[in-house]
């Protein structure tokens, strides 16, 4: 069964990181574009950070110079490292395929919520 597990979420302050995780199952996370989707309350699943099968990056504008995405290929886990967060980061963050790759069914993502 391909599963996706999300975590490391929580209530930051402005300014403050968090590193989320994406555990992969059924699915090898080497031979896939992988990348890291926010939904914030009221408003449509965006595309944050993405990683191809090359380690190639890309990255929402609003998001560059503070989130890194990265995997460990032996863990099967994609990682997004979030710094300098800001209340505009608060959303649910989902992790799935990216750039063609069949989509997984989506977890049920990790809250991140940003405020003082």
């Known amino acids: 069964q391909v599963q996706l597990v999300e975590s490391g979420g929580g209530l930051v302050q402005p300014g403050g990181s968090l590193r989320l995780s994406c555990v992969a199952s059924g699915i090898r996370v080497s031979i896939a574009a992988m990348g890291w989707y926010r939904q914030a309350p009221g408003k449509e699943r965006e595309l944050v950070a993405a990683?191809?099968?090359?380690?190639?990056?890309n990255y929402k504008d609003s998001v560059k110079g503070r989130f890194t995405i990265s995997r460990d290929n032996a863990k099967n886990t994609v990682y997004l490292q979030m710094n300098s967060l800001k209340p505009e980061d608060t959303a649910v963050y989902y992790c799935n395929t990216v750039y063609g790759y069949p989509r997984i069914s989506w977890g049920q993502g990790t809250q991140v919520t940003v405020s003082s």
């Open positions: 990683i191809t099968e090359t380690y190639s990056t």
